[in-house]
């Protein structure tokens, strides 16, 4: 099991801590333009649609709305207390399913349905079901076993009632915030949320019958110590949820407003971020988490590592997946598709958003065809980010090119990889070592022709 060799190298983490895409896509989301029009969105479904044999759905539902404001969040996200924001918001993500569905056909099983957010549990229990059952009478949402129908909580504002409700209406997988339990740090971030709290939500899911659950931590946080973090990493193991992604934070207060309210002097340097990090990797690693890519942990048995042993793992926008290759459909404000060779998302801003859905348009606000070489270079750093490994003569074979020609630039900057010990280059096949499955980030952007090697600061979070 590929799945089990990571070493962290303190030394190699510090020299190679520099800022680069998480690649949830290839080309990265900078590289949409506004040239990609509706037009071209409905054509690409047409295409996906007569294909021999047509893939499966995944439908990403982005709810913007929170009651209060994390301070450390990246998100896209609108802050109100005002509950008729979600039922109007509802209201119009029913037109936009109504505006979608249609295009497709009706056969296509959808395998996967994901709420983020933003806190989809903003919205009643009741409206949740409204969208489900608009999903359902314009999809084929599947019933086998296997679905990943999801949904994101914050627990702080929650009933475990609703997680029986969100049970019955086919939602199978749930994935909490947590960030930190250490009260400073909470405060610091202005998330005040008990681990009693947040367990009961968690056996609520249980009793449900949820199949997986994900718990979201953060380490680089204002005031956060080893020792805090230790205690927040300790009560999480007895809580022991499926699975478990550590985010580093990003400070990036120039593009994220809330974010100028955090005490930067109180934020770990880099040397205490790859502590903290190092922290979390011995203790889940100890309790029998699987290292699968990128921030995520899982259970040995859970579908993520199974998928991830199994070469069937993928890596987009709502992170890493367990079925691949399906067309994604986003729906809401600011959500991001990927149908056939194109990506397209939706305006940032609700108004826009509103104008196009009211006057019964898809709300395309950007996007962007994919051409050959973008395809290959999607390929190279899907199989990196999801296998830390490329299949040399099976890219060769699918795009018909002579690899080592085609990348020669690439693996120009592939060779000071290869000396300092984070891949390894053999005559079929690419790999990152056990010291470099921590930075595929880096690695990737080997292979991303948009950089031009540069180090795209301000942009990008740092690799660790």
């Given at each position: ?306 998928a991830y042993d199994a070469g069937t793992l993928q890596r987009n926008f709502m992170g890493y997946t367990t079925h691949a290759n399906c067309d994604l459909l986003g729906l809401g404000v600011s959500a991001i598709s990927h149908i056939g060779d194109s990506f397209s998302q939706n305006p ?117």
């Open positions: 099991m590929m799945s089990q060799c990571l070493t962290c190298d303190v030394d190699l983490l510090r020299r190679y801590d520099q800022p680069g895409p998480r690649y949830t896509s290839y080309p990265t989301a900078p590289q949409f333009g506004p040239h990609f029009k509706e037009e071209m969105l409905r054509e690409y479904i047409r295409r996906s649609n007569e294909e021999l044999i047509p893939r499966r759905l995944s439908l990403y539902v982005h709810v913007p709305y929170c009651s209060s404001p994390c301070l450390y969040c990246g998100c896209n996200r609108v802050i109100t207390r005002d509950r008729s924001a979600g039922t109007r918001y509802v209201e119009r993500l029913i037109r936009e399913i109504s505006l979608a569905g249609p295009l497709f056909d009706h056969d296509r099983e959808v395998i996967q349905v994901h709420f983020g957010g933003g806190t989809p549990n903003f919205l009643r229990h009741e409206e949740i079901g409204d969208v489900m059952r608009s999903l359902r009478q314009q999809f084929q949402l599947s019933s086998a076993a296997i679905r990943d129908f999801s949904i994101e909580i914050d627990p702080r504002f929650i009933d475990t009632s609703d997680v029986a409700a969100y049970a019955q209406m086919g939602l199978n997988r749930a994935s909490l915030g947590v960030q930190d339990f250490d009260p400073t740090v909470q405060r610091a971030v202005n998330r005040i949320q008990s681990a009693e709290l947040t367990e009961n939500v968690i056996k609520a899911c249980r009793r449900s019958g949820f199949r997986s659950i994900n718990v979201d931590l953060i380490y680089g946080l204002p005031h956060q110590t080893l020792e805090g973090f230790g205690r927040t990493l300790d009560t999480v193991l007895d809580i022991r949820p499926d699975r478990l992604a550590v985010y580093g934070y990003a400070h990036m207060p120039h593009l994220f407003k809330p974010q100028r309210r955090i005490d930067a002097s109180a934020l770990p340097n880099a040397s205490e971020r790859i502590a903290l990090l190092s922290l979390a990797i011995e203790k889940l690693t100890a309790a029998g988490y699987v290292y699968i890519g990128m921030d995520h942990f899982a259970l040995p048995d859970d579908d993520l590592t199974r940032r801003d609700l108004p826009s958003w509103e104008g196009a859905v009211d006057s019964g348009h898809l709300p395309v606000w950007r996007g962007r065809h994919l051409d050959l070489d973008d395809q290959v270079r999607a390929e190279v750093i899907q199989q990196l980010m999801c296998r830390g490994a490329i299949d040399i003569a099976a890219v060769e074979r699918r795009y018909d090119i002579n690899f080592n020609r085609y990348f020669a630039d690439a693996l120009a900057h592939v060779q000071p990889l290869a000396k300092d010990g984070l891949v390894t280059l053999e005559r079929l096949r690419i790999s990152a070592t056990s010291r470099g499955r921590l930075l595929l980030r880096i690695i990737a952007m080997c292979f991303d022709r948009y950089l031009n090697h540069r180090l795209p600061g301000g942009t990008y979070s740092n690799a660790i």
